[in-house]
């Protein structure tokens, strides 16, 4: 059976990025307009890449990131989930520290149960980026989608009405607040 990486590369052969997809792409993943071909190559190949290209390719072509399924037919129980924004490593590390100590876990313990080595999950628990397979792995003993972890597109709203949508702070807005609680 061929890898995830490898399965991708499959469909991108079968049907290729075109331009205005490769240009989302690079919106969404952050990526350097020099980078684009490599990436964009490695990702045909069926190559390992970053982990923002890989959501973000998936979430441009309507696949789910973890199954590669039309995200039109999600896994039963489950709703159709495309990245919006780069992952947010220090988001990821958050919960990954709360998770293993709601559970009870060492390191060596969740790395073990996740199927991944102590160095990848002590890399993802301090906020750096681990590779593709890694970070379902632990998504997976998670039960979480690792589109969880993407910031929201650029111009979204974040929070209640009233919130800031600075996902970095609680501050409310009261002004905003009063005019929309007014409005409604």
């Not at 982990?51 to 039963?76: Q, Y």
């Not at 313990?109 to 991944?116: M, R, S």
């Not at 593709?132 to 989608?145: D, E, K, N, P, Q």
């Not at 597109?153 to 005019?179: D, F, H, K, M, W």
Request: aromatic letters at 6%.
């Amino acid at each position: 059976m061929r890898n995830i990486h490898e399965r991708l590369g499959a469909i991108l052969s079968a049907q290729p990025l075109t331009h205005a997809e490769m240009d989302r792409i690079k919106t969404m993943a952050q990526i350097a307009p020099l980078a684009g071909g490599r990436i964009f190559g490695a990702l045909r190949a069926g190559r390992p890449v970053r982990l923002d290209c890989w959501l973000a390719t998936c979430a441009v072509r309507g696949l789910d990131a973890v199954t590669l399924r039309p995200l039109s037919a999600p896994l039963p129980g489950r709703l159709p989930l495309a990245a919006r924004g780069p992952f947010l490593w220090w988001f990821f590390a958050a919960a990954l520290a709360l998770y293993r100590g709601a559970a009870g876990h060492s390191m060596r313990d969740a790395a073990k149960a996740a199927g991944v080595s102590l160095a990848t999950w002590c890399r993802a628990e301090h906020g750096e980026p681990v590779d593709v397979t890694s970070t379902l792995r632990i998504c997976a003993l998670m039960g979480r989608h690792p589109t969880d972890f993407t910031a929201p597109e650029a111009g979204t709203r974040v929070g209640p009405a009233g919130s800031t949508g600075n996902i970095g702070c609680n501050t409310l807005n009261s002004n905003e607040a009063q005019a929309e609680a007014r409005a409604a």
